[in-house]
């Protein structure tokens, strides 16, 4: 039986979906409001998968495909829209993960974004750097960034991307997004030759190495506004991360660049709502002040932590304040807010069973 790309699509459009699995062994998945659900259809084949992928892909996509066994490309299907795919292998068969991206910028109120995003999006230089896990809506956030640059700005913005997951049409800037795979080798190389383009912004899908990095770092230093992502789980980890990257004798160097250029660190988390319907954005917010330009530049990132919980006349949180705020307006479960709290004896500490001291 020929797979039909299009009605599982369109299904998970239809019921919300935030991703859709096809694997072989099993029905078409969805994931919705964080569960995975199967859809009322045979268990997928092998043959189903390589024919499917067979008609999807392009020679190009599958020769990178052969050489790397992975590949993450987008692709906008007609009156269903654009869907981020990414193929791996598993047990020699191909099986395919693909996101449903946004059809529309949601307003920071509806993302549930707190209003110092709005803040740092207008900052004109320095880096801005959005962490978290995958699947906590990172993406999302860069996008409504970029999306409010282009509302507010006359500015020439150039993002590189792995794949393009929102097309942003020319408002008040100039839009130029770049495609990992089609329209550049890898990121690295992109942002090269993104500082010869004049940009006045530059937004990077993920800061996945060393040299992707210290160019990243050189453009922030050098009068551009760098909007990026990490797969770290909070501002500490976050410089820990980038100090990491290099080798020892280079890292004094790189914490110099980060304490002058950072401006901030959005860490993000996406939880189960108390309701049970749908999920509820949790925000760590390091705002970079003197004083943590100073830990950064001492190599004393542990000390951040410190300045985050003290910071709230700069609108810093950490993500343990998030969930307790979450957790006293009924948004959260007690159990949903300890599970996440990075110091679960202190959150337990201001709560006592349950309820708020």
Not at 56 to 61: S, V
Not at 264 to 276: C, H, K, M, Y
Not at 328 to 349: C, K, V, W
């Amino acid at each position: 039986m020929k797979v039909n790309l299009d009605q599982i699509l369109k299904a998970g459009r239809e019921l919300g979906a935030s991703d859709i699995h096809l694997v072989r062994g099993v029905a078409p998945a969805f994931r919705v409001h964080g569960d995975i659900r199967l859809a009322r259809h045979e268990p997928l084949t092998e043959e189903m998968l390589r024919s499917l992928i067979d008609q999807l892909l392009t020679d190009k996509h599958k020769r990178i495909l052969e050489e790397e066994w992975q590949l993450c490309f987008s692709r906008h299907w007609p009156e269903v829209g654009r869907f981020r795919a990414s193929i791996y292998f598993h047990g020699g068969c191909p099986e395919m993960a693909i996101r449903v991206s946004e059809t529309e910028i949601r307003p920071r109120e509806a993302l549930r974004l707190p209003a110092v995003i709005d803040e740092l999006t207008r900052r004109p230089t320095g880096l801005i750097l959005i962490t978290g896990p995958t699947g906590v809506g990172k993406t999302t956030t860069l996008n409504y960034m970029v999306d409010l640059i282009n509302r507010e700005r006359r500015a020439k913005i150039v993002t590189i991307e792995d794949p393009v997951e929102f097309v942003h049409e020319n408002r008040s800037s100039i839009v130029i997004q770049q495609e990992v795979h089609t329209d550049t080798p890898s990121f690295s190389k992109a942002l090269i030759h993104v500082l010869r383009q004049d940009p006045d912004v530059i937004a990077i899908g993920e800061m996945r190495d060393q040299e992707t990095i210290a160019t990243a770092l050189t453009a922030a230093e050098t009068g551009h506004l760098v909007l990026a992502t990490l797969h770290t789980p909070d501002a500490v980890q976050t410089i820990q991360r980038i100090y990491g990257t290099f080798p020892a004798e280079q890292q004094n160097n790189i914490a110099y660049q980060v304490s002058n250029s950072l401006q901030a660190i959005v860490a993000q988390n996406l939880l189960p709502r108390a309701d049970g319907k749908g999920q509820i954005l949790a925000c760590e917010i390091c705002v970079a002040t003197p004083a943590i330009r100073k830990f950064i530049r001492d190599g004393e990132a542990h000390l951040i932590i410190n300045e985050i919980q003290t910071g709230k006349k700069f609108q810093m949180q950490t993500m343990d304040t998030a969930l307790l705020d979450l957790y006293q307006r009924g948004e959260i479960t007690y159990d949903t807010a300890l599970s996440f709290a990075r110091d679960a004896n202190q959150f337990r500490e201001k709560t006592s069973n349950g309820t708020v001291r």
